[in-house]
């Protein structure tokens, strides 16, 4: 008996296409030439050639010509697996941004060198991938996935990279980078031979094409060796090593970028059919997005409070607005993609690495402005307590009594404990407090009272304290600036601790160092902003000059105004003055910091119109160039 065993289904009987084992980036419709020995001869009275000969130029000298270029396969936006790779790129930034706190010089530049290493290894793979990767087949995936793995080396090694005055340090971070490095320019090398391979197969003509590729194969293997002598530069300790390295980057940027650009010879290797204008938008995006995860962070540390103070409310409005103006400010002038004439297109792009450095260092200050106007606000409250408790308590004891119920009411409010050191330290000064007997004085005095000086190192201790229940930690260094003497005035202390107190001014020296992080953001913070709304200026008035300005609908028979060009000229140049302009004026801001006038910075800094006043900045910065477009519309 036999029994046939039928499926629910059928099999289809026409396999699904395989995937190839390599992909050409040229167009479809680009038939090579034939062979000389396949083609069909042709005879005639006169003439005796094949169909291959007949598709060779003759130069007058009896040279065969060079053939104008093979055309490549674009693409007119962002792949999905090129959106996914630079998911890759938010989430390194993200990461080192958690685990290193802008809190000194050296954590700035180990911010901004990081990211300039991150954002170049991801504009090399980019160059390659608006131009030539078109086609899906095994050898592409396989790349791709090596991409991947080189954003993860860039992962592992973010705890450890940072710059300061011993380099051994970070000697294993820096060495691993320089590997991670050498692994990404190795594979872009095989990507750029397998089209150098397709070029030369395909038409032999194409020299000019197989040489601007050859060119880039070879600075990216001079960049391969220098990273791999790098990675035993490190070893040795070498100071060098590191001025080879920022040396390296903008070389092999600039080369690879710049090569169409030379010669008519590889204009076939330009980017201006590509949409490389749209990658670098979207990664403007994903940096702007970067700092809405921040402001989301902070909304989040502040929601913890049961009532919002009309501060905070502006605070978070403000941080979110300005956001959106930056965004607003970006891509208003792109109203399509920009595909410039080169060399534009690729001092365009170029721009937007200290854009996105700009950019990132603003979104990143201003979620620490939320932060630290909440900060700021409990630490009024702490102040005016302690002042409080001081002229109700006329006596050692009684102060004493009160503010050991003040501490317990503090740490039982913001939930955060003294370490055991700290606590030490308090009950210490508690004691210098009960062994005055006679008046303490008040905190405004100058004289050297006991009583003061005890209380002074208990309110910045809980001060501390509170900073740190927000996630605003001490940081490693300490150094001297008005930020510092400006907060120390805050709590009711003159800054300078008490010299006599066996080394009780540690919580004092404690707070100084807080201050003065916020003196770093706050410089930073006016310094990035600025310097992002004059390279919007740029990037836009370059986006602009083949675009027109918005103009009532005319009908068809009416013939365009001719001054319409002098139109777009002066409202492009008007638009670039102005941002320039109120940039150096954000710019100008941080000079408050190291101002001579003391009280006039902390005035400033302790009023909830930090935020504000970047926002107002950037909304002028609209309304003129509205007003001004508006002003060309009705003369164009």
């Not at 060119?215 to 293997?221: H, N, P, R």
């Not at 319409?564 to 320039?580: A, D, G, Q």
Request: aromatic share 12%; hydrophobic share 45%.
């Amino acid at each position: 008996m036999n029994l046939r065993l039928r499926l629910p289904f059928r099999w289809p009987r026409t396999s699904p296409p395989s995937l190839p084992f390599f992909g050409s980036p040229l167009r479809d419709d680009e038939a090579p030439p034939p062979h000389p020995t396949d083609a069909p001869k042709v005879t005639s009275p006169t003439v005796t050639e094949t169909t291959s000969e007949l598709s060779v130029r003759h130069h007058p000298s009896g040279h065969e010509e060079e053939s104008p270029g093979p055309h490549f396969s674009y693409h007119e936006e962002s792949t999905a697996i090129e959106l996914f790779y630079d998911l890759f790129f938010v989430a390194n930034l993200g990461t080192f941004t958690d685990l290193h706190k802008i809190d000194d010089g050296p954590a700035l530049s180990s911010y901004i060198a990081y990211f300039v290493l991150l954002w170049s290894t991801w504009f090399q793979s980019t160059l390659f991938d608006v131009r030539f990767s078109t086609r899906d087949s095994l050898f592409a995936r396989a790349c791709t996935a090596v991409h991947f793995f080189v954003m993860a080396g860039f992962a592992a090694v973010a705890r450890s990279f940072y710059l300061d005055d011993h380099p051994d340090r970070s000697e294993k971070a820096f060495r691993a980078l320089c590997l991670v490095l050498l692994v990404s320019r190795v594979v872009l090398i095989l990507q750029y031979g397998r089209v150098m391979w397709v070029v030369w197969r395909r038409d032999r003509r194409w020299r000019g094409t197989f040489w601007g590729l050859a060119l880039g194969v070879g600075v990216l293997s001079v960049a391969a060796a220098v990273y791999l002598g790098l990675f035993f530069a490190f070893e040795r300790h070498s100071r060098l090593a590191f001025i080879g390295w920022f040396l390296l980057v903008p070389v092999e940027t600039l080369s690879i970028l710049f090569i169409p650009s030379v010669g008519k010879r590889w204009r076939s290797l330009s980017f201006e059919q590509t949409h490389l204008g749209h990658r670098v938008g979207l990664l403007t995006i994903i940096i702007l997005g970067e700092g809405v995860i921040g402001i989301a962070r902070a909304i989040n540390n502040v929601a913890m409070e049961e009532e919002w103070s009309a501060a905070i409310v502006g605070q978070i409005a403000s941080a979110v607005l300005i956001v959106y103006f930056l965004w607003t400010l970006y891509f208003d002038p792109l109203k399509t993609t920009p595909r410039t004439s080169a060399p534009s297109t690729p001092v365009w792009t170029l721009l937007h690495l200290p854009l996105h450095i700009a950019l990132v260092l603003c979104v990143e200050s201003i979620a620490q402005f939320i932060t630290w106007r909440h900060a700021v606000e409990s630490l009024r409250s702490l102040s005016d307590l302690f002042t409080k408790l001081v002229n109700i308590s006329p006596t050692g004891p009684i102060l004493a009594t009160h503010i050991e119920t003040a501490i317990e009411t503090f740490y039982a409010t913001f939930r955060v404990y003294p370490s055991p050191a700290r606590f030490a330290e308090m009950t210490r000064q508690l004691g210098v407090i009960r062994n005055v007997t006679g008046s303490v004085g008040s905190l405004e005095s100058t004289d050297s009272n006991p009583a003061i000086n005890a209380t002074d190192q208990i309110a910045s201790g809980l001060a501390v304290s509170l900073f740190a229940s927000y996630g605003i930690e001490v940081p490693h260094a300490t150094f001297d600036g008005s930020a510092a003497a400006a907060v120390a005035a805050a709590v009711g202390g003159d800054g300078g601790g008490a010299a006599g107190d066996g080394g009780g001014s540690s919580s004092i020296e404690e707070l100084e160092s807080i201050a003065n992080v916020f003196g770093l953001v706050f410089e930073y913070c006016f310094i990035a902003t600025g310097c992002a709304v004059i390279l919007l200026g740029v990037v836009g008035w370059m986006a602009r000059r083949r675009h027109s300005l918005p103009r009532p609908h005319h009908h068809h028979s009416e013939k365009p105004h001719r001054n319409t060009s002098t139109t777009i000229k002066r409202y492009n140049t008007l638009s670039l003055l102005l941002r320039t302009a109120i940039g150096l004026g954000l710019a100008l801001l941080a000079t408050f910091v190291a101002g001579p006038n003391e009280r006039v910075f902390s005035a400033f800094i302790f009023s909830p119109w930090i935020l504000p006043t970047i926002l107002l900045a950037l909304v002028l910065v609209v309304v003129l160039e509205w007003g001004v477009r508006i002003w060309g519309g009705k003369r164009g």
